[in-house]
T-cell receptor
Framework: EAGVAQSPRYKIIEKRQSVAFWCNPISGHATLYWYQQILGQGPKLLIQFQNNGVVDDSQLPKDRFSAERLKGVDSTLKIQPAKLEDSAVYLC????????????FGNGTRLTVT | RKEVEQDPGPFNVPEGATVAFNCTYSNSASQSFFWYRQDCRKEPKLLMSVYSSGNEDGRFTAQLNRASQYISLLIRDSKLSDSATYLCVVKNFGNEKLTFGTGTRLTIIP
């Protein structure tokens, strides 16, 4: 079974620039998550999709972050403009919808904002 | 109070010893529970789900105490390869939201 695919693996940008990350979940997984993980901390949920609808984006800084999952499969996460504190690993995960199904993570995108 | 709380450690434990971590959660509507393992600079990977009656997978035992709202992970006969960060994850009923703890860092010492 193919896993969750993410790209790019690494990205270095200057503050105030924009950046986009892409995620392709495991086939058949209706739920897709974007997490931000700052060094030394646990992953923090940014946004959760159920098919192409947003379930939870309460912790997404909407003035600079946006995400979409137009056809209910692939998703993109964008930051515009980036700040220094956005330096983190951005993890995409997917799961089946029913209660006990665990998350499967992609390799993540390591973003450095200089 | 944080939704999910873990002792960040670090726990430095000699090889062969038994080590246990606890994780507390604040939302009584939480439905499902998991332990994930994260190696340095890698993505989290599922270690085991936690079932109401408790469950075991080799040297690893997970338990759930709904009354006190905590889950635990016990590692017996620890190996050097068990060195990692262990993340507690709680899933809420209804919105399927998953919340991670900050993780507990474990180092097994030869």
């Amino acid at each position: 079974e193919a896993g969750v695919a993410q790209s790019p693996r690494y990205k270095i940008i200057e503050k105030r620039q924009s950046v986009a990350f892409w995620c392709n979940p495991i086939s058949g997984h209706a739920t897709l998550y974007w997490y931000q993980q700052i060094l030394g901390q646990g992953p923090k949920l940014l946004i959760q999709f159920q098919n192409n609808g947003v379930v939870d984006d309460s912790q997404l800084p909407k003035d600079r972050f946006s995400a979409e999952r137009l056809k209910g499969v692939d998703s993109t996460l964008k930051i515009q403009p980036a700040k220094l504190e956005d330096s983190a690993v951005y993890l995409c995960a997917s799961s089946f919808t029913h209660g006990n199904s665990p998350l499967h993570f992609g390799n993540g995108t390591r973003l450095t904002v200089t | 109070r944080k939704e999910v709380e873990q002792d960040p450690g670090p726990f430095n434990v000699p090889e062969g010893a038994t080590v246990a971590f606890n994780c507390t959660y604040s939302n009584s509507a939480s439905q499902s529970f998991f332990w994930y393992r994260q190696d340095c600079r890698k993505e989290p990977k599922l270690l085991m789900s936690v079932y109401s009656s408790g469950n075991e997978d080799g040297r690893f035992t997970a338990q759930l105490n709904r009354a006190s709202q905590y889950i635990s992970l016990l590692i017996r006969d620890s190996k050097l390869s068990d060195s990692a960060t262990y993340l507690c994850v709680v899933k809420n009923f209804g919105n399927e939201k998953l919340t991670f703890g900050t993780g507990t860092r474990l180092t097994i010492i030869p």
